[in-house]
Structures are given as C-alpha cells and as structure tokens.
C-alpha cells in the first residue's frame, strides 16, 4: 500500500511564497506512477493543481497555477515537490498530494492533505 505524507504547507501573506513536499513510500513502483496535487478550499470541490509524469518530463497545471506553481519530483528520493509563487487568497486551501494517475487527472492513491493558509 502507497503512503503519501505531505509537508511544508502554512500561512503566508499575499505575494509570498511556500513550497510544497511529499514523501512516498510502500509501493514497488512509485518511482513510475504519474504524482500530482490537488487541492480543496472550504465548500468547493477538489481540483487539480499540477502533476507530473514519472520521468519528469512532462508536467501539466491547471489554468490558476500556470506561471506561479512548478511542480518537480526526485525519483531517488520518491518526493514530489510543488513550489508556488506570487500566492493568491483564493490560493487558500488543503493541498493534497496524489500518485498513480488511473485516468485523466485522477489518482489511486492520496495522502492526508496539508493547509495553506494566503492572508490578504
């Protein structure tokens, strides 16, 4: 079974910026699945920020995070980062890291989430 642990969410003021990691382990072929995050604020639904294929080759984002969020991932270490940039309020939400993508942008595993909080 794959685990997912988020870290380095947090409060931060409008314009700053925070970044974003997430540790996998327990599965064989971690290094092969496609990793994303995703993220929720308070009464919406969860949508897709970013993600990356397993060779880090190819990365996709959503309209709101293209030119503000890279994504990145460390295959050795099974970390995926996503650093975000020129932060928004509407940023503000639960982030969550994802992995093994089973169709478009949606995946088997997830972890427990990690707030980012933008004060305007």
């Known amino acids: 079974q794959v685990q997912l642990v988020e870290s380095g969410g947090g409060l931060v003021q409008a314009g700053g910026s925070l970044r974003l990691s997430c540790a996998a382990s327990?599965?064989?072929?971690?290094?092969?699945?496609?990793m994303g995050w995703v993220r929720q604020a308070p009464g919406k639904e969860r949508e897709f920020v970013a993600d990356?294929?397993?060779?880090?080759?190819?990365?996709n984002y959503a309209d709101s995070a293209k030119g503000r969020f890279t994504i990145s991932r460390d295959n050795a270490k099974n970390t995926v980062s996503l650093q975000m940039n020129s932060l928004k309020p509407e940023d503000t939400a639960v982030y969550y890291c994802?992995?093994?993508?089973?169709?478009?942008?949606?995946?088997?595993?997830w972890g427990q989430g990690t707030q980012v909080t933008v004060s305007s």
């Open positions: 994802a992995a093994d993508r089973t169709q478009y942008r949606k995946y088997r595993y």
């Open positions: 990356i294929e397993w060779s880090g080759g190819n990365a």
């Open positions: 327990g599965g064989t072929f971690i290094s092969t699945y496609a």
